[in-house]
C-alpha cells in the first residue's frame, strides 16, 4: 500500500491522511500509547472508540487491522462506508447494524 502513496489512480490524498491516522491512532491508544489529539480525525476514529465500548476491544483491533491490510486506491470519500462495511462483512469482526450505526453516528 505505502508505495502507491501520490501515484497515479491513488485515492483522495486527505482520505488516506485522515485514515491512515484514524486508525493507527486508535490501535496506538488502544495498546496505552498516547498520541496526538483524536480530535482532527475522521469519523472512523471515534467510530473505533464507540464501537470498542460496545463491542469489545478485539473485534474492533480485528476489524482496523483488516481496514489497513484492505484500503485501496477505490475508496474514496463517496464510497467509504460502504468499504468498511464490506470488510466487516467478510471477516465478521462486528454486527453489521452497530457498525452501520457507528458510522453514521460519528460522520
Known sequence: MLERV?????????????FRQSVVDFLLVADGIPTGSPDNHLGLYKTLVSL???AGAASVRKLAIALLETFDRDWNTANFNQKV??????????????????LSANQ
Open 6 to 18: 501520490g501515484q497515479p489512480n491513488f485515492p483522495e490524498t486527505d482520505l488516506w491522511q485522515n
Open 52 to 54: 470498542e465500548k460496545s
Open 85 to 102: 462495511l464490506a470488510i466487516n462483512d467478510k471477516i465478521k469482526a462486528l454486527s453489521d447494524r452497530d457498525l452501520k450505526e457507528a
